[in-house]
């Protein structure tokens, strides 16, 4: 089945750009999405990018998708401290029954 | 414009007693999902419902049943609660092509 990896921690200064990586397994997976969770909350969605794509860019977010490499990275420009949370990688799972697989998830610090 | 409700939001249960988490959707999804987070974890999908009437195992259903009510409820049921289960449950609903889900607040359950 799809396994999704992704890196446990990053730590930037505020005004830098974020980088988060992550990677899958099923090269069959149609829809990559990237979720944020903020302490006690839900997960909301952020954006999410249809195989098909190369990129996608959303206001501050710029999605980057590697089919070949099968690996998907979300930048954050000028990263603020109200971004610092956890952000997950999630790629549609076989079958599509529209479940969701998710990596362990990223936390993201930012420092002032 | 409610989206994913659960309930409770909060809950404490002694070993070996029972319980059921409450989810509603008022977006007429097709599918709906129960999640569990645990510390470096990630999600984990306990079970999930691709239509009313139909309900699947996801991937650590043990000790747990589900009842799709009708269309717009996903039900979880802990018959005998164990510390194991110590988590934050997370209930989600989506088209079943799956483009996104949304997720409900979540349930933070402590079993002594």
């Known amino acids: 089945g799809e396994d999704v990896e992704q890196s446990l921690f990053l730590s930037v200064r505020e005004g830098d750009s974020s980088v988060i990586n992550c990677t899958y397994t099923d090269s069959s997976s149609t829809y990559l999405y990237w979720y944020k969770q903020e302490p006690g909350a839900g997960l909301q969605l952020l954006t999410y990018?249809?195989?098909?794509?190369d990129m996608k860019q959303d206001q501050r977010l710029t999605v980057l998708l590697n089919k070949k490499d099968k690996h998907l990275s979300l930048r954050i420009a000028d990263t603020q401290t109200g971004d610092s949370a956890i952000y997950f990688c999630?790629?549609?799972?076989?079958?599509?029954?529209?479940?969701?697989?998710f990596g362990k998830g990223t936390k993201l610090s930012v420092k002032p | 414009n409610a989206g994913v409700t659960q309930t409770p939001k909060f809950q404490v249960l002694k070993t070996g007693q029972s319980m059921t988490l409450q989810c509603a959707q008022d977006m007429n999804h097709n599918s709906m999902y129960w999640y569990r987070q645990d510390p470096g974890m990630g999600l984990r999908l306990i079970y999930y419902s691709a239509s009313e009437g139909t309900t699947d195992k996801g991937e650590v259903p043990n000790g747990y049943n589900v009842s799709r009510l009708n269309k717009r409820e996903f039900s979880l049921r802990l018959e005998s609660a164990a510390p194991s289960q110590t988590s934050v449950y997370f209930c989600?609903?989506?088209?079943?092509?799956?483009?996104?889900?949304?997720f409900g607040q979540g349930t933070r359950l402590t079993v002594v």
């Open positions: 989600a609903s989506s088209e079943i092509w799956g483009t996104d889900a949304f």
């Open positions: 990018i249809f195989s098909n794509m």
């Open positions: 999630a790629a549609l799972g076989e079958g599509s029954q529209g479940n969701l697989i």
